[in-house]
């Protein structure tokens, strides 16, 4: 993990996201250890993390839910901290929007957690415009991680991106490389045709292209790569440089769809 964590940060990639959930309620805490380890400094990479999933694996929950009450957000905050061995979170996200969430209670904590100096930045994961709204009547968001990619992009059409360009939130997409590499299905095979002669015109591999299609977006996405393959972490960091062209944008979402634009 400390190689991987000093190769990310010799391609460029300084930010790394995590969530209370992720390994069982366990990485962050591997992670911890190892940043301790690496001799990496805190102010050279930013830490992200979310909060709010319950589950039943690690944890003693009898049924998977959400909890948004502001004592368990600042309690999840802190345990985040203490795994990650950090002072403080660059950014802390809500994970998911739960029915029962009450805006005052989350702003309290979120407050709180600001005024002290544990987290520098709030925002939120899967939500939508409206729900956006509805929390931001009680504290400012400042980012929104959705799922978004070639083979899902809803987010273009939803209200997501609008809400992000229109507010200056930073957008950022989880499994951005979708469904390309998992499914052989007819929207894949439409989208693989196409991308065969775009990968000698800008050579670029299919990640890297599928990488700029997003980048490409004016609401500025952020794609967080989940990747641990050393080589393709240089190659997706590599994918900034690429300027693809609107017709050839147009060409692949044109695929994805399977008709047209309007």
């Not at 029915?99 to 600001?114: C, D, G, K, T």
């Not at 951005?176 to 670029?204: C, H, S, T, W």
């Not at 952020?222 to 300027?243: D, F, W, Y």
């Amino acid at each position: 993990m400390i190689d991987l964590m000093n190769h990310s940060l010799t391609c460029g990639l300084t930010t790394f996201d995590h969530a209370d959930i992720y390994g069982s309620y366990s990485t962050e805490s591997d992670f911890g250890k190892a940043f301790v380890d690496s001799g990496i400094k805190r102010e050279d990479i930013q830490l992200l993390t979310k909060c709010g999933i319950q589950m039943t694996r690690g944890r003693d929950n009898r049924i998977n839910h959400y909890q948004y009450d502001s004592d368990y957000i600042i309690w999840s905050a802190e345990e985040s901290l203490k795994k990650l061995k950090a002072d403080y979170l660059d950014f802390f996200l809500i994970h998911r929007p739960s029915p029962l969430m009450q805006p005052e209670e989350v702003a309290e904590a979120i407050q709180q957690l600001l005024h002290s100096g544990k987290i520098k930045q709030f925002g939120v994961s899967n939500f939508t415009p409206s729900q956006m709204t509805m929390l931001e009547k009680s504290i400012p968001i400042l980012g929104n991680q959705v799922e978004f990619s070639l083979t899902h992009h809803d987010p273009m059409y939803d209200g997501t991106f609008d809400d992000c360009i229109a507010n200056n939130r930073t957008a950022m997409a989880w499994s951005p490389l979708g469904l390309y590499f998992k499914e052989k299905n007819e929207q894949v095979n439409r989208i693989k045709e196409v991308m065969e002669p775009l990968m000698e015109k800008y050579d670029a591999d299919e990640s890297q292209l599928l990488l700029a299609w997003i980048l490409k977006h004016p609401a500025k996405v952020h794609p967080v790569i989940g990747t641990t393959n050393k080589q393709r972490m240089q190659l997706a960091a590599m994918a900034s440089t690429i300027e693809m062209e609107p017709q050839d944008w147009f060409a692949l979402l044109v695929a994805s769809q399977g008709h047209d634009v309007p």
